[in-house]
């Protein structure tokens, strides 16, 4: 906890101090939960799924926490059986409850069926609980979206803990051509009419695919599946817009966690791993089918998604290595804005909600009012002021979050670090 008291989550819990010295020029910092939502749903990372009807609910979540998994959702929907769905609700609020004792270092999330069951995990929960985060809101549309988001602007008036919603976009209006557009524009009106209730908007790729009777397999990224692919695109264009319309998007679920049998080859490059004498680790990657999640991480961000959902525990380290900031990037972010790194002293120092945007706004001139075009510190790209601020606020709102990684760290001495913790 901050010293306000609220909840606060931080990355790479499992590493020692010595560790973190020795990888991050910059350290993760503590994010509280209720805090600021471009903090906030940044650190979401990788989204654990768990089936609400597991055995001892409250000890995976603690464990997960202590691996490196700082948001849960406990599942209500498609990870149960319909006969299941009160037990299911019954250890929800049991593990919740559990849970507000416990140093539990994870965002917790209930990903509901219907809007009834919002208010019936409320109505079961202690008022004053700290442990429940929001709710996760499948088949999100316009039409049934009220139903999901009021029971929580209502909850808001009452409890003192702020609650968030994320919903899913995986309805056949957005994946259908001919209703996407007015789809996604309607749902874009009514999401910022709940602005203040919304972290992050997920995609549910495997319903998408599902709708098609296409499921990907281990070889190909989602984005190798043009008619899913296409609808990531569309959500992007209207819901992912960085001119203070849009809402984090995050990146869909990776399904496979074990060996499977190869057509192609794998996605990862020899050499890097030999040059830190890591081949047997990048076997191991390889056997657990992980190259393919790198690949797909590097292509979410590409495509403007942050953070991915994951069924796994091993799918987490390996997701938030890839969010950290190299060093190369944080200097080119802070040299597009502009900025020191001195001026990003209180973002998110022991969970403040200061922004980046505050801090960038807080030292003087906007960034998009200076223009211009700078090398690189790294002396291998050019840095344009105005196209890139968009992509610096985000990158120095990573680098709070994630950290940022020495010179000589990259991402596979990151990995090496923290997989398999």
């Not at 789809?183 to 203040?196: F, G, K, N, Q, T």
């Amino acid at each position: 906890m901050n010293a306000a008291g609220h909840r606060t989550v931080t990355h790479f819990p499992m590493l020692s101090s010595s560790e973190s010295e020795r990888l991050f020029h910059r350290r993760p910092r503590a994010v509280a939960i209720d805090g600021d939502v471009d903090l906030v749903s940044t650190a979401l990372g990788a989204t654990l799924y768990i089936p609400a009807v597991r055995d001892n609910l409250a000890d995976l979540i603690v464990r997960a926490g202590a691996a490196g998994s700082v948001s849960v959702v406990i599942d209500l929907e498609d990870a149960v059986p319909d006969e299941d769905v009160q037990s299911g609700v019954a250890a929800i609020v049991s593990t919740l409850d559990a849970l507000s004792a416990r140093p539990s270092v994870s965002m917790v999330f209930v990903r509901v069926r219907h809007p009834g069951q919002i208010d019936e995990v409320l109505d079961a929960i202690a008022a004053d609980t700290d442990t429940l985060a929001g709710f996760v809101l499948p088949k999100f549309s316009a039409d049934t979206g009220r139903s999901f988001l009021d029971p929580i602007v209502a909850a808001n008036t009452t409890r003192p803990h702020r609650l968030r919603a994320m919903p899913i976009i995986e309805t056949p209006r957005v994946l259908h051509l001919e209703t996407r557009s007015e789809e996604l524009h309607a749902i874009a009106e009514l999401l910022d009419a709940y602005r203040s209730v919304i972290l992050a908007v997920r995609i549910g790729a495997t319903d998408l695919s599902g709708a098609f009777g296409i499921r990907r397999d281990p070889d190909l990224t989602i984005y190798d599946v043009h008619p899913v692919a296409s609808v990531i695109a569309s959500i992007v264009n209207v819901l992912g817009r960085r001119d203070g319309t849009g809402f984090i998007i995050t990146g869909p679920v990776w399904e496979y966690y074990n060996a499977h049998e190869r057509m192609f080859r794998p996605l990862l490059r020899n050499t890097p791993f030999r040059e830190i004498d890591a081949v047997r680790f990048r076997n191991r990657l390889v056997s657990r089918d992980l190259d393919g999640l790198l690949r797909e991480l590097v292509l979410d961000r590409a495509n403007g998604l942050q953070g991915k959902t994951v069924i796994h525990p091993t799918h987490v380290n390996v997701v938030h290595s890839v969010c950290a900031v190299s060093h190369e990037e944080f200097v080119d972010a802070l040299a597009v804005l502009n900025i020191s790194e001195r001026d990003l002293a209180d973002v998110g120092a022991g969970g403040a909600t200061q922004s980046v945007t505050d801090a960038v706004d807080a030292v003087g001139t906007p960034a998009a009012d200076v223009g211009g075009v700078l090398p690189s510190e790294y002396r291998n790209k050019m840095n344009e002021r105005r196209p890139h601020r968009n992509w610096a606020i985000r990158t120095l709102t990573r680098a709070t979050v994630f950290g940022v990684t020495r010179p000589e760290v990259g991402v596979i001495e990151l990995l090496t670090a923290v997989v398999d913790r």
